[in-house]
């Protein structure tokens, strides 16, 4: 199979169920920004941190369903989906993540170590691909809310990963000054 197959070039590209679409539609935006999100964590990995490293491949992972869910506005038995199990496993990450942090006592500036700046980072595009989601939603009836909240879980997971990755390097948080 050849990369290029030229369909898109007239601007247009199909969803996964052969709709054709533009490239600028809510519905791309959407599942393009989740692709930026899961190409940031691939530049992260590995981390130096291994149970980070497991969590951000199983994210990675989870980051193609959400795409796909994105990309079916009606998704038939079999099709790959967004469910709760998605959510709660993100949820037991954080948890474990956090049994391991000082509670959170003010707002903490975005840095620290290579692996902590860059998981701040891939934060900021998650909470993007959060509101490419909502804003989907908005526009159309078929998006699966479970794959906005699960873009929401992750982008806090994604917050506590850069925390713990800092602590592990000895990387002070810093607090905003007002």
Known sequence: MKIYTRRGDSGKTDLRDMTRVSKTSPRIEAYGTVDEVNALLGTIRPTGVDELDEYLEAA???LHVVQADLANPEPEEGDP?????????VEAWID??????????????????????????????????????????????????????????LSDALFVFARLANRREGVREESPSY
């Open 60 to 62: 990675q992972n989870h």
């Open 96 to 153: 474990a993540c956090e049994e391991q942090l000082e509670p959170l006592e003010s707002f903490v500036l975005p840095g620290g170590s290579d692996a902590g700046a860059s998981l701040h980072h891939a934060r900021t595009v998650c909470r993007r691909a959060e509101r490419r989601a909502v804003a989907l939603a908005d526009h159309e009836d078929e998006v699966n809310e479970t794959a906005v909240a699960y873009l929401n879980r």
């Open 81 to 89: 989906v967004v469910t709760d199990d998605h959510v709660d496993e």
